[in-house]
Structure formats: C-alpha cells, structure tokens
C-alpha cells in the first residue's frame, strides 16, 4: 500500500514550530507521497480523510516494524526475501486507495473506542 508514495526525510529538525521546517516536510512528500518516514525521528501519514492518514500511519508503523524483525533475521544469516515490482504495484492498487484506508481504520478506531469505555470520543 505504500508502493511509489513512501518518502525518507533526513533533515528532521525538530518540533514544526516554523514554517521552513513545514515547507521542507511538503517538498519531502512532494507529489506523489503521502508517507514520509522521519529519519531518527518517527513516521508522518497524509491523506484525503482523517481516517485515510490514520489507517496509513497505523499500517506503515506496523510495515516498519515487520521490516526491523526482517533486518534482524537477516542480520543472524536468514536470507531476506525482496517483494517484487509487479507485486507491489498490484498490492497498492489493491490496498491504497481512500476506500480501503476507510475500511482499514474502523475497525481499529471501534477498538480503540472500546478499549477506552467511551472516553476517546469524549
């Protein structure tokens, strides 16, 4: 779901309390992202819909994770295993669409709801 709409900001610098350091963030998303991961910092998600950025951000921290387990096998000589161009673009077009975003994030919004007794919505 993040194929081709994935960033790397390096430059983090701090709290975006000023305007270049929002500007330099939106020149990183550019026109095709939607994602950035801030290196040493953390992940920034976009979208068309509030639930469309919280399903990506929820997805792509649990992608970050799965990919440091990943680099931590394959540091211990497990061999790792690229995802393939066709595959990728095939499980975007599938998964990485607002819609889908929407359907993703019900689910974990409901739960967290839940898990609160109400007090999230509060």
């Not at 390096?10 to 992202?33: S, T, W």
């Not at 649990?62 to 990728?88: T, W």
Request: some cysteine.
């Amino acid at each position: 779901m993040f194929y081709q709409g994935l960033g790397v900001y390096e430059g983090f610098g701090g709290v975006v309390l000023a305007q270049e350091e929002g500007k330099r963030l939106a020149d990183a998303l550019g026109e095709k992202n939607k994602n950035l991961i801030l290196q040493n910092h953390g992940l920034l998600t976009a979208g068309y819909t509030v639930d469309e950025a919280a399903a990506s951000f929820i997805a792509l921290e649990r992608a970050c994770e799965a990919q440091l387990l990943a680099e931590s096998a394959a540091a211990n000589g497990i061999p790792k295993k690229l995802v393939g161009d066709e595959e990728a673009l095939y499980s975007y077009k599938v998964s990485g669409y607002p819609a889908c975003m929407h359907t993703q994030f019900v689910p974990e919004f409901d739960l967290e709801v839940e898990l609160s007794g109400g007090k999230l919505l509060e």
